[in-house]
């Protein structure tokens, strides 16, 4: 199975590699919202691990932007925004789960999962 892992933090980014990784998981990964867009655009992925506050554009404007071409590949916000109001944005703009950070890893693994089955 093969992920894209968006997040801007390189030490998170490390260790959610790390943990995707041992998880029996291929992972590709971006630092900021272009990158992470062009990937998405260019390659296929079973599921895609995204943070909304990226730099150069932000993860809101990725998401949205890859449903508006087609790309269904399963979403999951990963962020640090855990306001209901934000959460129902995301959802709206084509995200397939939520789930806001602190976080425990074996939740993500679950919930990347389901989103794949």
């Known amino acids: 199975m093969r ?6 933090e390189p030490t998170l980014r490390a260790q959610l590699r790390l943990g995707l990784r041992e998880a029996g998981y291929t992972v590709d990964d971006a630092g900021n ?3 992470a867009h062009f990937l998405g655009a260019t390659e296929s992925y079973d599921a895609v691990v995204l943070d909304l ?6 993860g809101l404007t990725v998401l ?3 449903r508006d071409d087609g790309r269904a590949m399963p979403v999951l916000i990963l962020t640090a925004r855990d ?13 397939d ?3 806001t950070k602190p976080f ?5 693994l679950a919930r990347l999962r389901a989103l794949i089955r």
């Open 97 to 99: 789960d939520y789930l």
């Open 3 to 8: 992920i894209l892992l968006v997040e801007d």
């Open 64 to 66: 949205k932007r890859w």
């Open 104 to 108: 425990h890893m074996e939740e993500l």
């Open 33 to 35: 919202g272009r990158d």
């Open 53 to 58: 506050g990226l730099p150069v554009l932000d």
């Open 83 to 95: 306001n209901w109001h934000e959460k129902v944005a995301g959802i709206d703009a084509g995200a």
